[in-house]
């Protein structure tokens, strides 16, 4: 029997194109999560790994769906070998238990691990080089200009905080907050 298993890293990801390449393979049942891959204890694989039988197939649409580290698919895989289930990669073929097989696997999560550790590098080399920026703020964007929030603090000397929110469409609580990073900025 054909089982696949489907995951993406975070909620905000989807896992339709997988769910469909799964479908088309001929998978009987499908295990799909959102669950970040640094994590080798996720719920749906740890099923999917309880379902599989000898003479099964785990059918993934990737390599790196399965580890994030060549130690760690190594082992998955391994342990899956010596089961008697074989290990179909949509993306490369079939993993064979055999020397050449087991040589391929390994180059293919070495350079998967490899692509994966060189985007956290070019991620941090990016977040290094933001945070010289003098203006450089951790997080999400601020919505509204540092102009916009003046003018509004500027207001408030002949308005209240709700008038000035009606007057700007900026917050209560957005005001309250730059106020007190000014006046903590003069002290």
């Known amino acids: 029997m054909k089982y696949g298993y489907a995951r993406v890293s975070t909620i905000g990801q989807d896992l339709e ?10 998978c009987a049942e499908i295990f799909k999560e959102k669950f970040t891959g640094t994590q080798t204890n996720r719920p749906e694989f740890n099923k999917v790994l ?31 070998f010596n089961r008697g289930i074989k290990v ?16 391929f696997l390994t180059t293919l999560l070495a350079v998967a691990e490899m692509e994966r550790n060189l985007i ?10 933001a945070k010289q920026r003098v203006d450089f703020r951790e997080g999400r964007p601020r919505k509204h200009t540092k102009a916009q929030v003046l ?6 000397k002949k308005h209240t905080y709700k ?3 009606e007057l700007t469409g900026i917050k ?11 006046e903590a ?3």
């Not at 003018?151 to 408030?156: D, I, Q």
């Not at 209560?172 to 000014?182: F, V």
């Open 163 to 165: 008038e000035v929110e």
């Open 172 to 182: 209560k609580r957005t005001l309250i907050n730059r106020k007190n990073e000014l």
């Open 185 to 187: 900025k003069q002290l």
């Open 151 to 156: 003018h509004a603090l500027e207001l408030l």
């Open 120 to 129: 956290v590098e070019r991620t941090q080399e990016g977040k290094a080089l």
């Open 88 to 103: 179909h990669v949509l993306n490369v073929g079939l993993l064979e238990n055999t020397t050449m097989g087991r040589f």
């Open 17 to 26: 194109v997988q769910i469909q390449a799964l479908q088309e393979e001929g």
């Open 50 to 80: 309880e379902a599989l039988q000898e003479g099964d197939t785990l059918v993934v649409t990737k390599l790196d769906r399965l580890a994030r580290n060549t130690k760690e698919g190594i082992e998955v895989i391994e342990n899956l």
